[in-house]
């Protein structure tokens, strides 16, 4: 095999399914518009509960590869046989928990094959990276948090960890008025019905404020695993039309647009991109004190912390906006404003642009 000096510097992608409006997905197509040769191979054909992307465009370039009904025996075949016709330099690992064992044949029958893990957060394929880190020559995490998660728990003296924080399209979550004005408060969930993002904490937080303000309303927007338990667990509070499940919203600003403010009652959690595309739309956030969260929430200014079973200073800071709906706007301007300030989607695709260009 040729030593790799000389070799195109392409990109190939391990993800475990593809799911519509993932980041990882997001960021990959602006990276192929930014000039990257990157394929795209998936290990299961979908999600169950959510909406699949079709990555037509990468089909369109024959830069997706469907590994979903290859067996082990196969594996370093069939993805071998892509890194030779490819020229592949360069394999991000994003979540695809079963192709992590493989990883070290790859690098071993590769000559000059660079390897790169990302960590969201600290479940799921977490322990796997630790497993087979020795063939890693990087990881890619979005908050501090997760840097010094990876920093404390790696074998590595130097792990290689490139911070590359989150942003969103500011220009696209442009705030605008409510269709119709609204007498009450409204706060709204959107994200994956997953137990880590916890919709029943949700659920519960309306459930218990709801007595204490008749006119405070809820919504609920979402796909996933849990939408049947959500869906019973409203049933079982007698919540009635307090609270609404929509489901999935092909546009976040429609859902957005009919909220106050977010909940966001995460039992554990990255750097979630529904808190800056809220600030963004100018919506305050309650969220729980949990993984990177913290970094992106200042007391006051763009939301609050609040532990989920905080019911107490949930209910308070409710009180607070119903009484001076003047409160509520200034905050939400606040929020706006620190998105324009922090939250830039360019400045996030820069990073992973020079992050990639790096590792390659």
């Known amino acids: 095999m040729d030593s790799g000096e000389h070799r195109p510097r392409g990109i190939i992608a391990l993800l475990p399914f593809l799911v519509k409006g993932a980041l990882s997905l997001s960021v990959l197509r602006a990276m192929r518009e930014r000039g990257l040769d990157i394929t795209l191979a998936y290990h299961a054909p979908g999600a169950a509960g959510y909406t699949r992307d079709p990555a037509a465009d990468f089909e369109a370039d024959n830069r997706l590869l469907d590994l979903s009904e290859t067996g082990a025996g196969l594996y370093l075949e069939t993805l071998g046989q892509i890194i030779e016709e490819r020229k592949i330099h360069l394999i991000l690992q994003i979540g695809a928990p079963g192709a992590y064992r493989h990883l070290p044949y790859l690098k071993e029958r590769h000559a000059g094959l660079r390897i790169v893990d990302t960590l969201y957060n600290e479940i799921g394929h977490t322990m796997d990276h630790f497993l087979y880190e020795a063939c890693m020559d990087g990881v890619i995490v979005e908050s501090e948090h997760m840097r010094r998660f990876v920093e404390e728990r790696s074998a590595k003296i130097d792990p290689n ?45 309306a459930e218990r404020l709801a007595s204490a303000h008749p006119t405070v309303s809820f919504l609920m927007f979402g796909e996933g695993g849990m939408l049947d338990d959500v869906n019973a667990r409203i049933v079982a509070f007698g919540l009635g039309d307090r609270l609404r499940l929509e489901g999935y919203v092909e546009d976040l600003r429609d859902a957005l647009t009919r909220v106050d403010a977010l909940v966001v009652p995460s039992l554990t959690d990255g750097r979630p991109n529904i808190i800056m595309e809220a600030n963004a739309f100018a919506r305050p956030v309650l969220a729980a004190p949990v993984g990177g969260i913290p970094e992106l929430i200042q007391e006051g200014r763009n939301g609050y912390l609040v532990p989920p079973n905080d019911f107490a200073r949930l209910s308070a800071i409710v009180s607070s906006w119903e009484a001076d709906r003047l409160a509520l706007a200034a905050i939400s301007a606040s929020a706006h404003e620190m998105a324009l300030d922090l939250f830039d989607r360019r400045r996030m695709l820069t990073d992973y642009e020079a992050a990639f260009r790096r590792f390659l």
Do not use: C, Q, W
């Open 161 to 205: 960890i490139v911070l590359v924080k989150s942003g969103v399209d500011l220009a696209y979550h442009t705030p605008r008025a409510a269709d119709t004005p609204r007498e009450g408060l409204v706060l709204g969930y959107i994200g994956r019905m997953s137990p880590e993002k916890n919709p029943l904490g949700f659920v519960t937080i």
